[in-house]
C-alpha cells in the first residue's frame, strides 16, 4: 500500500467523519439536555435528505442553496415534535421514553415509504459535482463541501452554547434541571429549543450527504447505530466530544476497511469502541 492510497484513505475518512460527528452532535444535544435517547435521530437527517431532493426535483433548487431552509424546516419540526410528543414522557420510566422515540422512527420512516416509496433517488449535477484535486489527492467535491460544511454547522451550535444566553440557558438546564427552573427557566423551552437544534443538525448532515448519497426510506438506519458509537464514544453530552470522535470513527472505519476488507469495517470500529469504554467508561470527553 503506498502512502499516496493510506492518505487518500485518511482524507475520506476524515470527510465522512465529520458527517458522523454532524449526526452525533444533535443526538448528544438533546440527550445532554433530557437524558433521552431520540431513536428517530436518523430519521430526521431522512427528512433532510428528502426535503433537498424534492426542492431541487421540484423547483430546480441547489441542495446547498437550500440548505439553510431545511435547517430551519427540521428545527421547527423538531420544536413540534416535542411539543406533541416527548413533553408528554417527560419524567416517564425510560422504557417508556425509548419505546416512544422507536415508535417515532418507525412511524416516520413507514410514512416516507408510503409517501415516497422505497426507491433510491440522487441528485445529479449538483452546484458541488466533480472532483478536486490537492496535491496528490483527488478527493469529491461533494465530501469536501459536505465535510466543511459540518464543520462550520459544528461551530456555530459551540459558540451557540458557549456565547448566548440562550446557550448558557440549555447548559444549566443541562447540569441542573430544578437549580435551572429556580433561576427562572423555563425547562420545557430549553427542552423544545434542544430538540429543534437536535433535528436541525441531522437535517444539515442530511442536506449535505445528499449531494452524493442514495436517498431512501432507510437511509437513517444506516447512520443511526454509528451516531450511538460516536456519541458514547466521545461521551454523552458532550459537544466537542462527539467532534473527535466522529472523526475518529470516520477513519477507523475507512482505514479498516481498505486493510481488512468492507465487510469488517464496522466490526474494527465496534471493537475499537468497546476498548476504549473498558478503559474510560464515560467516553473520551465525558464527565464520569
Request: glycine share 12%; aromatic share 12%; charged share 10%.
Amino acid at each position: 500500500m503506498t502512502v499516496e492510497i493510506l492518505l487518500q484513505t485518511l482524507a475520506s475518512g476524515v470527510l465522512i467523519g465529520l458527517i458522523y460527528a454532524l449526526v452525533a452532535i444533535g443526538l448528544t444535544m438533546i440527550f445532554g439536555v433530557m437524558d433521552i435517547v431520540n431513536f428517530a435521530h436518523g430519521e430526521f437527517m431522512m427528512l433532510g435528505m428528502y426535503s433537498s431532493f424534492w426542492l431541487f426535483a421540484f423547483y430546480a433548487l441547489d441542495p446547498m442553496l437550500t440548505l439553510p431552509l431545511t435547517v430551519l424546516m427540521l428545527f421547527a419540526f423538531g420544536v413540534l415534535l416535542y411539543r406533541l410528543v416527548i413533553r408528554r414522557i417527560i419524567g416517564a420510566p425510560m422504557v417508556s421514553q425509548i419505546f416512544t422515540t422507536f415508535g417515532l422512527m418507525i412511524l416516520l420512516r413507514g410514512v416516507a415509504q408510503f409517501l415516497w416509496k422505497p426507491d433510491f433517488r440522487s441528485i445529479e449535477n449538483s452546484w458541488v459535482a466533480g472532483t478536486v484535486r490537492l496535491g496528490g489527492l483527488q478527493l469529491g467535491r461533494p465530501q469536501l463541501v459536505a465535510g466543511a460544511g459540518a464543520v462550520v454547522v459544528t461551530l456555530a451550535v459551540y459558540l451557540f452554547l458557549q456565547r448566548t444566553k440562550w446557550g448558557a440557558a440549555l447548559e444549566a438546564t443541562a447540569a441542573d434541571k430544578e437549580a435551572a427552573q429556580l433561576m427562572g427557566i423555563d425547562a420545557h423551552k430549553m427542552f423544545a429549543l434542544a430538540w429543534g437544534i437536535g433535528a436541525a443538525c441531522a437535517g444539515a448532515a442530511g442536506a449535505l450527504l445528499s449531494t452524493f448519497f442514495p436517498i431512501f426510506p432507510e437511509v437513517g438506519a444506516n447512520f443511526i447505530l454509528i451516531a450511538f458509537v460516536v456519541v458514547n464514544l466521545g461521551g454523552f453530552g458532550s459537544i466537542t466530544g462527539a467532534f473527535w470522535a466522529g472523526i475518529i470513527v470516520g477513519v477507523i472505519e475507512v482505514v479498516g476497511g481498505l486493510l481488512l476488507g468492507p465487510q469488517y469495517k464496522m466490526a474494527i470500529v465496534l471493537v475499537v469502541f468497546l476498548a476504549v469504554l473498558m478503559f474510560r467508561p464515560q467516553g473520551l470527553l465525558g464527565k464520569a
